[in-house]
């Protein structure tokens, strides 16, 4: 039996995206304009979200009475822990998109930064 068609030796195959530093991660982004199949949460910006509120819980219950307390508690920086608790100021669609997977170029490092309280806002200056 022969085939009248030969078979190529090499197949190349382009997809067109970048590799982005997420969390001290690399996270592959696809071009605009493409439907993501898979979509992951930045697992580092999840887990900062549930400490911060886990944080709050234990601040609100009496459980410990300052700040200050909590953090030599947790063996972490007073002041760390403020920024990262300021995450729970979050309007709840914003943390809704960030534990979807939907908060695009929404990162830890941009979150610690200073945001508006009001939650229109928010949305105005994350994106």
Not at 12 to 26: C, I, L, N, S
Not at 43 to 50: D, F, H, N, P, R
Not at 56 to 62: A, C, D, N, T
Not at 93 to 115: C, H, N, R, S, T
């Amino acid at each position: 039996m022969s085939r009248t068609v030969p078979i190529p030796e090499t197949v190349v195959v382009q997809v067109p995206f970048q590799f982005v530093k997420r969390g001290g991660r690399k996270e592959m982004v696809m071009p605009a304009g493409t439907v993501a199949r898979c979509v992951q949460p930045d697992s580092t910006l999840v887990k900062a979200l549930a400490r911060a509120f886990r944080w709050k819980r234990m601040l609100e219950s009496g459980e410990f009475a300052t700040i200050g307390d909590l953090a030599a508690q947790e063996r972490i920086a007073a002041s760390y822990m403020t920024r990262v608790m300021r995450l729970t100021l979050l309007a709840p669609e914003i943390v809704e998109k960030i534990v979807e997977g939907l908060g695009d170029g929404l990162g830890l490092a941009a979150l610690l930064e200073p945001f508006p309280l009001e939650w229109p806002e928010q949305h105005i200056h994350l994106g």
